[in-house]
């Protein structure tokens, strides 16, 4: 059983920079992959970013380049930086976690309970 919280969002200006964290609970922490999702009003979830042993760091194309994911197995935590912020990029964000092929697919058990970042123009 994991169970994951997030923090780190809140409103900033186009531009700007925002650093989101997971805090995930459980032992075997290290053996997760790790994923970020994302919401906006009216449409559905979207894959931002994951994090596995096996396949190392994707991004979906619209965040390459100014999103990093990275994990830190010590605080078993997660992170996602997120720079050059647009306001297409407006949505409640949710951190993921499981086997690779489930964070990549969102097929996974494992959610937080979301936060909300809002970028004005």
């Known amino acids: 059983q994991v169970q994951l919280v997030e923090s780190g969002g809140g409103l900033v200006q186009a531009g700007g920079s925002l650093r989101l964290s997971c805090a995930a609970s459980g032992r075997t922490f290290s053996a997760y992959a790790m994923g970020w999702f994302r919401q906006a009003p009216g449409k559905e979830r979207e894959f931002v970013a994951a994090i596995s042993w096996s396949r190392g760091s994707t991004y979906t194309d619209s965040v390459k380049g100014r999103f990093t994911i990275s994990r830190d197995n010590a605080k078993n935590t997660f992170y996602l930086q997120m720079n050059s912020l647009k306001p297409e990029d407006t949505a409640v964000y949710y951190c993921?976690?499981?086997?690779?092929?489930?964070?990549?697919?969102?097929?996974?058990?494992?959610w937080g309970q979301g936060t909300q970042v809002t970028v004005s123009s």
């Open positions: 993921a976690a499981g086997s690779a092929e489930t964070v990549l697919t969102g097929n996974t058990r494992y």
